[in-house]
């Protein structure tokens, strides 16, 4: 079992920034990935980080959203600017072992209990 623990969620009005954080034993040795929920709607990947190295976006974030990995802190971080009421949600943080080159829940097994971003 994979303890993911998300931190870094708040309130922040439109046009701000917020970094969130996840943190897990060993990350690089899995997929990692953010997650997120509006009220209402289904699950919606932002963005993955592959054991590789390799990054992929979802389009509504791409050159808004950054995803790194600090293998020093044991941490995922999402570092999000430009935030935008549509970016409102709950953020889960995601670890697995497939990649299927796309942003799937199916690919992620364990999960985090997730943390509230609002953007007003």
């Known amino acids: 079992h994979v303890q993911l623990v998300e931190s870094g969620g708040g309130s922040v009005q439109a046009g701000g920034s917020l970094t969130l954080s996840c943190e897990a034993a060993f990350p690089s040795a899995y997929h990692m990935a953010w997650f997120r929920q509006a009220p209402g709607k289904e699950r919606e990947g932002v963005a993955r980080f592959n054991v590789d190295g390799t990054r992929t976006y979802a389009d509504s974030v791409k050159g808004r959203f950054t995803i790194s990995l600090d293998n020093a802190k044991n941490t995922l971080n999402l570092q999000m600017t430009s935030l935008a009421p549509e970016d409102t949600a709950v953020y889960y943080c995601?670890?697995?072992?497939?990649?299927?080159?796309?942003?799937?829940?199916?690919?992620?097994?364990?999960w985090g209990q997730g943390t509230q971003v609002t953007v007003s």
């Open positions: 995601a670890a697995g072992f497939q990649n299927s080159g796309d942003l799937r829940t199916a690919d992620f097994r364990y």
